[in-house]
């Protein structure tokens, strides 16, 4: 009778895990072609006198999407949320290059992947803990090493850092926090200083959330705000 309540407790414990293992948001589900993206500029979100709003799902997640039209649809541009992407261009700077992780590939050398802006918030289907991957977009990263025309490059001198902070909220109530360095020149030893280009853990596995809201903040502020490019990117998210 014992080995037998053994086997039964086993197997549900087998059974548990392959449940939480397809909540996971990696975002294979989501079609794309070799090398593309997808951030709401087929203009298939509804349309709100210009502004194009979308949701696209994977796992137990929920991700939105705001694409502006409101200056034409020439001048249109991906201003909030979430897109989606599987580009591998881990080398060319600037703008044109939005869209690529610093990693060159998906967590776990998976293809899909999603890029965050400043605000982008998650929300839970199923309220659970937060735990993602983590790195710079191409473009964040290569900004912070070299500079451009816009932003610094980043220097122990004067200290830079580039962070971004998870907010967990349960029914609009902030529950806990957490905060990530994507790239640290702070260090008394300035060989220590680091900008992240590979993917690398994020979490707070120890509360219960039905949404994340993300935040970025770096040293390089000017009179309209950060210079630093706004931009994240997160994979693997779930238990």
Not at 102 to 117: D, E, K, L, P, W
Not at 128 to 138: E, L
Not at 194 to 221: E, H, T
Request: proline fraction near 2%; include cysteine.
């Amino acid at each position: 009778m014992k080995k037998t309540n053994c086997f039964t407790m086993l197997l549900i414990l087998i059974i548990s895990a392959g449940v939480s293992a397809q909540n996971i948001a990696d975002f294979e589900n989501l079609s794309l072609s070799s090398e593309s993206y997808w951030d709401g500029s087929d203009l298939s979100g509804l349309n709100n006198n210009g502004i194009f709003n979308s949701t696209f799902n994977s796992g137990d997640y929920s991700f939105s999407n705001t694409y502006d039209t409101t200056y034409g649809a020439i001048y249109g541009y991906w201003s909030k949320g979430w897109a989606y992407s599987n580009m591998t261009d881990s080398v060319t700077s600037g703008s044109g290059n939005l869209y690529s992780a610093r990693a060159g590939v998906g967590a776990f050398n998976s293809q899909n992947y999603v890029i965050g802006t400043n605000n982008a918030t998650i929300v839970f289907n199923q309220p659970q803990g937060f735990t993602a991957m983590i790195t710079n977009s191409t473009y964040a990263a290569n900004s912070m090493r070299d500079g451009d025309m816009f932003a610094k490059k980043f220097t122990n001198a004067d200290q830079d850092y580039f962070k971004l902070t998870a907010f967990g909220y349960y029914s609009g109530a902030l529950v806990d926090s957490t905060t990530f360095l994507l790239a640290d020149f702070t260090h008394q030893d300035s060989t220590n200083d680091y900008i992240v280009n590979d993917w690398q853990y994020i979490g707070m596995p120890n509360s219960v959330f039905d949404s994340v809201q993300f935040k970025l903040a770096s040293s390089d502020v000017g009179q309209f705000g950060m210079n630093t490019p706004a931009y994240f990117c997160l994979d693997n998210i779930g238990p």
